[in-house]
């Protein structure tokens, strides 16, 4: 048993397609003794029916999935040997699922939220998200993600009077700052960095939750998305957008966050890196 667990946000952009990488990237963590306890997923791009429990089972993961045809979807991963004993099974590794924002009508499965026990610390609150991307800040899809965006705040300050270890992961679509973009000029006031998206992102920051990555010295022009076209990998025109946010006694425990960009070199990869933070268990 390590004496830390590792959680991780990755888009992949269509599980169907980036199966074999999810399950590549577990296992070349694995052989590296720094496993990842904890991935949350999203744009899984599949119904639940077609989620596929089975292999991610086979390798030695639990999953808890809310899925959607062709869109959004989101899921939780969790390593079998990284539980406490009492939750070897799917039915008590995932305590208090929460799927979606409560008290908010929405067909888009964007939220899945659970409290896992890992073996030798206290239980975690997970919650892998899918923030809307907004489009453009002229659209109705902008008055749709502020919106959302209003109604998580909301939740999670409820979340967290319930759950003082609470961990957020997943793709955001807002770059907080203009370190996280590649040309903050040719950028600003558009969708992702517009004021009111990076305003929304602060409130999240005020209930008490950390940018892990920015907890420490991190290289400059580090990001987490680049588009496919333009050869924005290869030129590193990229913005980092996807951040996993700490509840203050995770964040006291936090002793490394990082993006790897390895999988971004893959074929046929996902346009999103997987972002990783390793907590202390003590």
Avoid at 36 to 51: F, P, S, V, W
Avoid at 122 to 127: E, F, K, S
Avoid at 215 to 239: H, L, V
């Amino acid at each position: 048993m390590t004496d830390f667990v590792r959680i991780a946000a990755w888009n992949v952009n269509s599980l169907k397609v980036r199966l074999p990488h999810v399950l590549r990237w577990l296992q070349d963590q694995e052989k590296k003794k720094q496993p990842i306890d904890a991935l949350c997923l999203q744009e899984l791009k599949l119904t639940d029916d077609k989620y596929p429990h089975k292999e991610l089972e086979d390798a030695g993961y639990l999953s808890l999935a809310a899925g959607q045809k062709t869109y959004n979807g989101v899921a939780i991963i969790v390593r079998k040997a990284a539980l406490a004993p009492i939750a070897s099974d799917t039915a008590t590794s995932f305590l208090k699922p929460i799927r979606n924002i409560p008290n908010y009508e929405d067909d888009q499965q964007r939220i899945l939220a659970a409290t896992i026990p890992f073996a030798g610390m206290q239980p975690m609150r997970l919650i892998s998200a899918y923030f809307p991307n907004g489009q453009s800040p002229d659209s109705d899809k902008f008055q749709y993600k502020l919106g959302w965006l209003n109604a998580l705040q909301t939740w999670l300050t409820d979340e967290l009077q319930q759950n003082q270890r609470l961990a957020l992961l997943g793709d955001f679509n807002i770059a907080p700052a203009d370190e996280d973009v590649h040309d903050p000029k040719a950028w600003e006031g558009q969708n992702l960095v517009s004021p009111p998206e990076r305003e929304a992102f602060q409130e999240l920051i005020k209930l008490g939750l950390t940018d892990s990555f920015r907890i420490f010295e991190q290289a400059p022009k580090t990001f987490s998305w680049w588009d496919y076209r333009m050869m924005g990998f290869r030129r590193n025109a990229g913005m980092r957008i996807d951040h996993i946010l700490l509840s203050e006694p995770l964040k006291e425990q936090c002793n490394a966050s990082i993006v790897d960009k390895g999988p971004r070199a893959w074929e046929q990869p996902s346009d999103h890196a997987p972002v990783v933070a390793t907590i202390s268990k003590s």
